[in-house]
């Protein structure tokens, strides 16, 4: 093979891999970012710097499309379809110290809040209505990644979930322990809408109670940063409530 074939061959390969990943969007390229987070395949500092550019792509990809965003007080309860509900330990679960976001699937603490369901015989749907409660929508975002095929021997202790970007407040919403996903990378979703069913999916919340695992990350120089919204989910469903 000639010096010069060899050149060719390789100018060749770098313009192919160049217009796949001008094809992907921000959301693809997040999302690949962060199954590999999940999995403690990509180095923390070279992840950080993948998301602050994805942070101020995703942001001007929401602009385009002419939509508001969502303001705090206007937060939507992150359930619908619900007869009845209680938080763990009454709201107080929430625990971000032992909390890094770069730890993966396996991270250590709780820095979020469970919210329960009416579901007695634990087969995910409500007992006095015989449906799926849905999860929903927070606010009006962007889809960034998604897991739907957990299933018995699956390591992940999360189970099925789905992360939403919100470019109003350069935040990220995770929810987990789906039953069902119904949201796919990229999409646009508006406040109240659903993104899946809750359920019990996950290594330990198959043994447990159907409930949603709600967290709330602010973005700050690339590093998903917890914030406890306990009051926000209370505020948001006496809103939704009286509806």
Partial sequence: ????????????????????????????RWHKTDQLIRDRKIDPDDARDSIEIYVKEGVQNFKMRDIPGTKRSEWVFPMSGYTWTSYRTGG????????????????????????????KDSNSVEDSTGMP??????????VLSTYGTWFWQDYLRSGNYVKLFDPESKAIFYYSHLDSVTVQVGQLVTAGEPVGTVGRTGRKAIHGKTHIHIAYYKI??????PEDIIEDLYAAQKRFEKK
């Fill in 1 to 28: 093979m000639t010096l010069r074939l060899i050149c060719f061959i390789f100018m060749l390969a770098v313009f192919i891999s160049t217009a796949i990943a001008q094809e992907l969007t921000v959301f693809d």
């Fill in 220 to 225: 700050d120089d690339g590093q998903p940063v």
């Fill in 133 to 142: 409660v849905y999860a929903t929508a927070m606010v009006t975002g962007i």
């Fill in 92 to 119: 107080k679960d929430y625990k971000d110290e032992r909390f890094d976001y770069f730890q993966g699937g396996e991270f250590k603490g709780h820095p979020a809040h469970d919210i329960f369901i009416l579901d």
